[in-house]
């Protein structure tokens, strides 16, 4: 579903507007009394993206951080790609976004037809790196399907317990179940929800073969959903496994190994950003109020790192 921004003035056309604009270089040391408050995270490869008043990268799997350039504003999400590593998409808080083609090295503005309001959340498609999609605070998803230059309406918020929620976190996922194809999962301020990426309807997730199930007489195939009615601050699904997806929420860091059907609780680590190794899928790093910690396990056990 595609909505048009051209015909009448409607909420959306009144919250669209250019994005300030900033292009800056120069690599900075990291200040060991910084504190980058850090918002989102991301693997570029096999480095480590932390969005903080800038962009901050780690090459030794997050045990060190430094600065490398950004503008003097709070950045809101982030999001690379496992087949362009390089291209890294920023969004700034408050609204407005930018795209590095050399690791946040230097940036451009971008974000062509985006609302002047906050995005809470950037993913890139599965097998398009190309394709982004951004969640906007108070109206919808958008998508861009040249690199974050232009960008198109294509879905209202999720519809959960009589309301429609503001998505927090956007993972897309090249697995084959229900529908089939690509499915973009949304973490919302009230729990999961995801939409095939023809972006038909929002749905709860449940198993591919439910419906089979019931036809033939089977047993009801078990769920277990996320808890509902807590936020999804992050949600990532490492390439090299699509089944698997983390989702950081306040009481803890969950994973499923089925595409989302059964959830279980494997810490109770209170974190605010959450980034798994798109090539190693028990490879975590997670932000919390204290700073960096790192888990090899897939969530189980965490081991602090970089204190900022």
Not at 107 to 133: E, F, M, Q
Not at 183 to 191: H, I, N, Q, S, V
Not at 258 to 279: E, M, Q, T, Y
Request: aromatic share 6%.
């Amino acid at each position: 579903m595609t909505r048009s921004m051209t015909h009448g003035v409607s909420r959306r056309a009144f919250l669209s507007a250019a994005a300030g604009a900033w292009i800056v270089g120069s690599a900075r040391p990291l200040l060991a009394a910084s504190n980058p408050k850090i918002a989102a995270l991301s693997f570029a490869g096999n480095t480590v993206l932390a969005a903080g008043k800038g962009l901050w990268r780690s090459e030794d799997g997050g045990v060190t951080l430094r600065f490398v350039t950004g503008p003097d504003k709070q950045l809101s999400a982030l999001t690379a790609h496992p087949e362009r590593p390089d291209r890294v998409i920023a969004a700034l808080n408050g609204g407005g976004l930018a795209v590095s083609e050399n690791a946040g090295e230097n940036w451009r503005v971008a974000g062509s037809g985006l609302p002047a309001a906050s995005i809470d959340a950037l993913a890139v498609a599965a097998k398009l790196p190309g394709t982004l999609y951004a969640a906007i605070s108070g109206d919808g998803l958008w998508r861009s399907e040249d690199a974050g230059e232009t960008w198109e309406f294509v879905m209202d918020r999720p519809f959960i317990a009589e309301a429609e929620r503001d998505v927090l976190s956007l993972a897309s996922v090249d697995v084959a179940s229900g529908m089939g194809g690509i499915w973009l999962y949304a973490g919302t301020t009230a729990g999961l929800q995801r939409v095939p990426d023809c972006f038909c309807r929002w749905q709860d997730v449940q198993p591919g073969n439910a419906l089979d199930a019931l036809i033939e007489g089977g047993k009801e195939p078990e769920v277990a959903p996320l808890p509902e009615g807590e936020p999804v601050r992050a949600l990532v699904s490492p390439a090299a496994s699509p089944d698997r997806l983390y989702a950081a929420l306040p009481s803890g860091i969950w994973t499923t190994t089925d595409a989302g059907v059964i959830w279980k609780r494997v810490s109770d680590l209170d974190a605010v950003a959450l980034a798994v190794n798109p090539a190693a899928p028990l490879s975590l790093v997670a932000a919390t109020k204290r700073g960096l910690t790192l888990s090899r396990d897939g969530g189980k056990t965490w081991a602090a790192s970089a204190f900022l």
